[in-house]
């Protein structure tokens, strides 16, 4: 949640069932090094203490706009300290005051007191939700600048499952930030494409050849992609949490993922192979399991694979082509070789033979390298910082070809 960290969060807690899991949310912001206040409507009292929220934040929760002290109005001087607003859970009611711009409770004043970012997670009966007064105040608030995070089907109150319950805190923090960072993104308007995890390419039915891939390194691209703005299409062999937000092909085999990405590659303005695919498939898929015989070896005859980075780079007419490069040894030399083989706009290096880095892990470093341009190493960090700084990176590129474009 790095969109949050060092910030000012003041969390909104109303009169909903939901309530209990703004305890969750306020413990999630501060564990990722937000700044949390919280303030609670009469309703929301009803349902979880502000003990609780006290306890989290160690700091005391605004409830009551008359019992201000020491001379300060309370509402004002915390209207103007937050930085995000979160409104979770939000009830009908309260939806429909902030739709009216009403501020006869401490909530609803804080609201119209402040002009920070405010996310709005409502949470009610299906009926509710679906009545034609609160989808026009919905669409209200929305038009005032305030970002709705829509309720999702699941298990309501009064005992059936339906549109209406509060999404998992997870979801709402992660939704809310590549939304906001979406609005301002430097890929706002492309088509990103993007491969991840290794091939499995099938013996028999029950085995196959594959690699350490684990697809963290992709998964984590389509997230800085969608925060930059970007229509993202991830094409991947392994299911992973799918960034919000994120359309996701599943396949298998190096074959499935070659057919998955021609079909896409034409319409995309990026493509960014970050998938390991296996180099070689074996000749023959054996229809029935392989069994042992006797003391004696098995032979596998394998034949090459279609080598997907330099099919699509030699289709190319604008767009911008990047590849990964993980090598064991000799890793400059071995992408730089690649970068002009397979004629790519841009090479992601990585020594996949250091430990706590690369396959598997959560941490990666890597050098990029372009063509006429000297090799830039990025320090260790989180696949999702590294993923961050490689988009960055690629807009840069594109803001320079469009640039060029227009001389």
Not at 377 to 396: D, G, H
């Amino acid at each position: 949640m790095t969109l949050f960290k060092d910030k000012h969060v003041l969390v909104i807690i109303t009169g909903s069932i939901a309530a209990y899991k703004s305890a969750i949310l306020v413990r999630t912001l501060i564990k990722n090094q937000a700044q949390v206040r919280v303030a609670m409507t009469e309703s929301a009292e009803k349902f979880i203490t502000a003990l609780t929220f006290s306890t989290l934040t160690k700091y005391p929760v605004l409830t009551d706009i008359f019992k201000e002290t020491d001379g300060e109005v309370a509402h004002v001087a915390w209207a103007r300290w937050a930085d995000f607003i979160f409104v979770v859970p939000a009830t009908a009611n309260f939806i429909a005051k902030i739709a009216y711009g009403l501020a006869n409770d401490t909530a609803s004043a804080l609201i119209l007191a402040s002009s920070a970012v405010k996310i709005v997670a409502p949470a009610m009966n299906d009926q509710m939700w679906h009545n034609a007064a609160t989808r026009r105040n919905l669409k209200q608030i929305q038009a005032d600048g305030l970002l709705v995070i829509d309720p999702v089907v699941g298990f309501l109150a009064e005992g059936y499952d339906a549109k209406g319950h509060l999404p998992d805190v997870d979801d709402i923090l992660d939704q809310a930030q590549v939304r906001l960072l979406a609005k301002h993104g430097q890929l706002a308007n492309k088509k990103i494409l993007i491969t991840a995890g290794g091939t499995r390419e099938a013996l028999d039915p029950l085995r196959y050849i594959s690699n350490r891939s684990s697809g963290k390194m992709g998964y984590a691209l389509a997230q800085a992609a969608v925060e930059a703005g970007a229509s993202v299409t991830l094409i991947s062999t392994v299911e992973l949490k799918v960034p919000f937000n994120v359309q996701l092909i599943q396949v298998t085999s190096s074959d499935d993922m070659m057919a998955a990405v021609s079909d896409h590659f034409q319409t995309a303005d990026v493509f960014i192979s970050a998938a390991a695919v296996s180099d070689f498939r074996p000749s023959q898929q054996q229809t029935q399991k392989i069994k042992k015989t006797g003391n004696e070896g098995l032979t596998l005859n394998l034949v090459q694979n279609p080598d997907i980075l330099a099919t699509v780079a030699a289709t190319k007419k604008n767009q911008f082509v990047v590849g990964f490069a993980a090598e064991t040894q000799d890793l400059l030399n071995y992408a730089k070789d690649k970068l002009v083989k397979k004629h790519a706009d841009m090479i992601i290096a990585n020594d996949v033979s250091q430990k706590g880095i690369g396959f598997n892990a959560d941490d990666n470093q890597v050098t990029i390298i372009r063509p006429h341009e000297r090799p830039q190493t990025l320090p260790v960090q989180s696949k999702l910082e590294t993923a961050r700084s490689i988009v960055t990176e690629i807009a840069k590129e594109l803001a320079d070809q469009l640039q060029n474009d227009f001389n």
